[in-house]
């Protein structure tokens, strides 16, 4: 495979993953819709062009790792995309539904395009750092093979789970289980602080039992002290959340749990906390919690969320 590989989308998880790259050997081509986010990477060796095209031109693989539908869709297949740049494989590490992912992957087979790998990722930004992500992928055979050596770069473990979307399916109950532990953690929070116990010092009391979890070491300093740094907003998370919705829909499951975690996130949003840090949930449960709530920008991409600050 060419030493030479392109990768769109620069953000929190994107960063460190291109660095992963760069510090294996290869050549990275980098785009992001934010230029200033591409061009920290040139320090790093990195070659930033001003387009999905030209990041993708004769590399034999490009990597996505977006925020939604409609910034892949547009990637790829708007104008100066990914569509138009030769070479042989796609990897999405977006969070992104399995049924856009089945059409994005049709649409770019039927243009003579790469062959799709859908490969959300899990681990954090410091396992993406560290190269410990788990990565689930979907995809052909031939397809996850080619790409894994790459990948490899900053993932500890490369499972093929299915075809095309299946990668995403996992996702979305990895996402199951995360979102509707960090809901209950909220809850747990806001419980305690009204019932009289500092709540800050609930991961403390409960290490080392069965409710204990990096999300719980993680989520409860974050919900009841300041924030040290991002790890995603309350919409992104949402989105994932529906997309989980529509996937019991689509596959006949009722999933009630997953109904009121829903219910929690859009509350959420309807307070304004769509680009709030995912730690205000608390606030839905907690709502004369002191202090204004911390806001991030746009491009902060909730993979950062998947097991936060640990490797897989």
């Not at 790259?21 to 980098?30: P, Q």
């Not at 892949?72 to 049924?99: R, Y």
């Not at 999300?215 to 974050?222: S, Y």
Request: aromatic share 4%.
């Amino acid at each position: 495979m060419s030493g030479v590989v392109g990768f769109c989308g620069t953000g929190l998880m994107g960063a460190p993953m291109v660095r992963r790259l760069l510090a294996a050997g290869y050549r990275v081509r980098v785009w992001n819709r934010s230029p200033e986010k591409a061009q920290a990477l040139a320090a790093d060796g990195a070659i930033v062009v001003d387009s999905p095209q030209a990041a993708a031109q004769n590399a034999a693989a490009v990597f996505l790792c977006l925020t939604d539908e409609a910034a892949v869709e547009t990637t790829v297949f708007g104008d100066k995309g990914i569509q138009n740049g030769s070479g042989s494989w796609l990897v999405d590490h977006s969070s992104i539904s399995p049924a856009a992912t089945r059409v994005f992957a049709t649409r770019l087979a039927k243009r003579g395009g790469r062959l799709w790998v859908d490969a959300p990722v899990s681990g954090g930004v410091a396992g993406a750092s560290a190269g410990t992500l788990s990565i689930m992928a979907g995809g052909s055979e031939q397809a996850v093979r080619a790409t894994t050596a790459l990948m490899q770069a900053y993932a500890g473990r490369i499972t093929h789970v299915g075809e095309t979307g299946a990668g995403q399916i996992a996702k979305l109950c990895n996402q199951t289980i995360v979102a509707s532990t960090i809901n209950a953690i909220a809850e747990a929070v806001a419980l305690a602080q009204k019932s009289g116990v500092n709540a800050s010092i609930l991961n403390t009391a409960l290490a080392g039992g069965w409710a204990d979890s990096v999300l719980l070491q993680t989520f409860v300093p974050r919900m009841t002290g300041p924030i040290d740094r991002p790890m995603g907003t309350v919409s992104t998370m949402l989105k994932d959340v529906e997309n989980i919705a529509s996937l019991a829909t689509e596959s006949g499951v009722s999933l009630r749990g997953l109904d009121a975690v829903l219910a929690s996130f859009r509350e959420a949003a309807n307070q304004g906390l769509g680009s709030a840090d995912l730690s205000e949930i608390v606030r839905v449960a907690w709502p004369d919690k002191t202090g204004a709530s911390t806001q991030l920008d746009d491009s902060t991409h909730l993979n950062a969320t998947n097991n936060p600050g640990a490797t897989p």
